[in-house]
């Protein structure tokens, strides 16, 4: 069972874009939402995460928006670059947790 | 300064075999986690270790195991290899427990023949 579901499953975008990915989760103990950006022939990379006691989060181009009613978390991607081009998993874990419980990634691919 | 590190970076293997992986984590963190990711899908977990003790564990076959050393450096062994095993596999870790924050290994790519 999904335990996180991410959408859309790839996404092209204009060079200055907004890239918008999508994640719902089910579990409410889930209490810590990063983002993974990963390039081919790499690891995940730690871009950005949030905690479910605030509702939006900003870092540079990248801003994570939360609603805990909804159970629903996305990314946005503001003034997207080419060397945005990667595949982004969204991941939810309990801080008593073990383990991530990661999506099913979003290829995304700006265009110049 | 060092990060993840993980080797070797690629293996190939012939069904049947055994496969030792190798993660060294980054310098002060305690933690390390297993991830399996299979091409086109998200890692799912193996295993995680903290202060050389497991601490949990995936839905994956006894095939699998793991350890957790002195220098918090880990091995993940796979024996009797399936087809279905060629994959990625990823070392992440963090300073500790939680396990928030966590900070993945470029991966092993292997490939069972």
Redesign the interface.
């Known amino acids: 069972q999904q335990q996180?579901k991410?959408s859309p499953q790839s996404l092209i975008v204009q060079k200055g874009g907004i890239s918008i990915i999508n994640c719902a989760y089910e579990n409410t103990a889930f209490d810590?939402f990063?983002w993974?950006q990963q390039f081919p022939?790499?690891?995940?990379?730690?871009l950005i995460?949030i905690r479910p006691d605030v509702s939006e989060k900003k870092e540079g181009r990248f801003t994570i928006s939360f609603n805990k009613s909804a159970k629903q978390f996305s990314l946005h991607i503001m003034d997207s670059q080419p060397g945005d081009s990667a595949t982004y998993?969204c991941?939810a874990?309990?801080?008593?947790?073990?383990?991530?419980?990661?999506?099913?990634?979003t290829s995304l691919t700006v265009i110049p | 300064d060092a990060g993840v590190t993980q080797s070797p970076t690629h293996l190939i293997k012939t069904r049947g075999q055994q496969v030792t992986l190798r993660c060294s984590p980054i310098s002060g963190h305690k933690s390390v986690s297993w991830y399996q990711q299979v091409l086109g899908q998200g890692p799912q977990f193996i295993f995680q270790y903290y202060e050389k003790e497991e601490r949990g564990r995936g839905n994956f076959p006894d095939r699998f195991s793991a350890r957790q050393f002195p220098n918090y450096s880990s091995e993940l062994n796979v024996n009797a290899l399936l087809l279905g095993d060629s994959a990625l596999y990823l070392c992440a870790s963090s300073f500790g427990l939680p396990n928030t924050e966590a900070f993945f290994g470029q991966g092993t790519r292997l490939t069972v023949v």
Request: proline residues 7%; glycine residues 18%; without cysteine.
């Open positions: 996180v991410q810590y990063p993974y022939g790499k690891g995940p990379a730690l995460a998993f991941a874990t309990k801080a008593t947790g073990n383990q991530f419980y990661f999506g099913t990634g």
